[in-house]
Structures are given as C-alpha cells and as structure tokens.
Nanobody, 122 residues
Framework: QVQLVESGGGLVQAGGSLRLSCAAS????????LGWFRQPPGKEREFVAA????????YYADSVKGRFTISRDNAEKKVYLQMNSLKPEDTAAYYC???????????????WGQGTQVTVSS
C-alpha cells in the first residue's frame, strides 16, 4: 500500500509561484512513477507532470512546460511541483499520484493523495 499526502496549496496572484509537496510512504518506490494531476472546477482531472522515481526522468503537459518543474527527494520520499508564472487557468485541486508503470492518464495511476487547492487570482 502507498500513502500520499500533498501540501503547499494556497491563493496566489497571477505571475506568482507556489511549491507543492507530496510525502510518500508505505513501500519502496524504486519501480514507481510519481505524478501530479489537477482538476479545475467543473472539469476532468488532467495530467500535469510525472517523474520516474529511479531515474528522475521527467514529463510535462504542454500547458505547463517551461513554468512548472517536478522533482523528487529520494531520501525524504517526497515529490515536489514548483509552479512559476502562475495563471488563473492553473486554478485547480492538485493531486499527487503513483503508478507502478508509467502514463499520463489518471486511470493508469493506482494511488492518490487527498489533493490540495491552488487558486490563482487575476
């Protein structure tokens, strides 16, 4: 079993920055991919970024490339999402997720955190 707990959401003005954290626990993550998804109000959950735990390889949605950075701390078992140049359309509940394979679809992820709200004001 894997447990994921997000933190770091909040209210920020457009152009500002936030860093989300995801604390992972429960088992070895050597074969896992850790990802961030978001769900804007009234919309479906969408892929934001992912990183392979062992290699650190990263993947991003086109909408956040160049603005968001995903990283991990193996020793602390944490994954971070640094969000810069935030826009009002980034407003969403952000979720940390884990999968034993890899993918950009929410259905491919087995474990989910409870989510943290990010609100970007214009």
């Amino acid at each position: 079993q894997v447990q994921l707990v997000e933190s770091g959401g909040g209210l920020v003005q457009a152009g500002g920055s936030l860093r989300l954290s995801c604390a992972a626990s429960g088992r070895s993550f050597s074969s896992y991919t850790l990802g961030w998804f978001r769900q804007p109000p009234g919309k479906e959950r969408e892929f934001v970024a992912a990183t392979k735990w062992t290699t650190g390889s990263t993947y991003y949605a086109d909408s956040v490339k160049g603005r968001f950075t995903i990283s991990r701390d193996n020793a602390e078992k944490k994954v971070y999402l640094q969000m810069n140049s935030l826009k009002p359309e980034d407003t969403a509940a952000y979720y940390c997720a884990a999968t034993r394979s890899f993918g950009t679809s929410a259905g491919q992820y087995d474990y989910w955190g409870q989510g943290t709200q990010v609100t970007v004001s214009s």
